[in-house]
């Protein structure tokens, strides 16, 4: 699903459009409301000069004002009293905010994977209770959609850690799994030094190929969508997508040519998404 972001995931914020004028106007007061409880809370785990316990006490307070939410009770500052709204009215479980949460609180404790199943527990608190939460408030939470929205949400939030490498790494993170590394010979220093050889290609090939066949597996959620929801869905998937051929396309250098959408690949894109339905 759609992470909500300045262009569409709550995972990552950058890529996709929040609340868009895609959306029925219905569910933008509602997503818009997650959005901003969401991008909040990862900024408290990523910006500014924090030190990482004051990072982690201002996400535990992020925490209690959700067990107000989940208590009944009246939350204490505006942006939760719209998130309670927003849950209440669509019987969005508490639970999926509380996994976002925890997410990012990993964020500040922990730089490295040691595995790709490692990096998918992380993905399942970072991403996909983002397409749960909509999936929710589109009333739409079945089982089969909640398992192609995973994929899609997933798919989304690798693609954001292949399109940041360079960024992550000057935060010292590296979502690239060690194991993975050491299969291509890959080593650290070399993401440093922006170092684009045959070993990095193969091994950012590999992640592009299945990060691509997941997006895939994901997209027919899109056709189960009615509407405006399904073409922003649509949208959200083909723009991934793309996002993956400019990186084929770049030569996986990534490092002096971040993949990006510009205002050029939108129409192209939301006609593509228009023709899909």
Request: aromatic share 8%; net charge positive; hydrophobic share 45%.
């Amino acid at each position: 699903m759609p992470g909500i972001s300045a262009q569409a995931s709550v995972a990552h914020y950058e890529n996709f459009p929040v609340a868009s004028i895609l959306l029925p106007r219905r569910y933008r007061t509602a997503v818009a409301a997650v959005y901003h409880f969401a991008r909040h809370a990862d900024d408290l785990a990523d910006e500014g000069d924090l030190a990482p316990q004051a990072r982690l006490d201002a996400l535990a307070d992020c925490h209690a004002e959700l067990e107000r939410i989940e208590r009944g009770e009246a939350a204490l500052t505006p942006r939760y009293q719209a998130l309670a709204v927003a849950l209440r009215n669509h019987a969005v479980p508490v639970s999926l905010c509380h996994d976002l949460l925890s997410a990012f609180e990993q964020d500040v404790t922990k730089q490295r994977y040691a595995d790709f199943g490692e990096l998918m527990q992380y993905c399942r608190r970072s991403a996909n209770p983002v397409g749960r939460i909509l999936l929710h408030l589109f009333g739409k939470a079945e089982p089969r959609l909640l398992a192609l929205s995973d994929g899609i949400c997933t798919a989304l939030q690798l693609i954001n850690f292949w399109q940041d490498v360079a960024l992550d790494w000057r935060k010292d993170r590296v979502y690239l799994p060690l194991d993975e590394l050491a299969r291509f010979n890959v080593s650290e220093a070399q993401i440093g030094q922006g170092e684009v050889d045959a070993n990095w290609r193969r091994l950012m090939a590999f992640q592009v190929d299945r990060t691509r066949r997941m997006l895939q597996a994901g997209a027919p959620l899109a056709l189960q969508l009615p509407g405006r929801i399904g073409l922003e869905l649509r949208l959200t998937v083909l723009g991934g997508d793309a996002i993956l051929t400019k990186l084929q396309q770049s030569g996986y250098d990534m490092f002096r040519h971040r993949p990006v959408l510009t205002g050029r690949d939108w129409p192209r894109l939301l006609w593509r998404a228009w023709r899909k339905r």
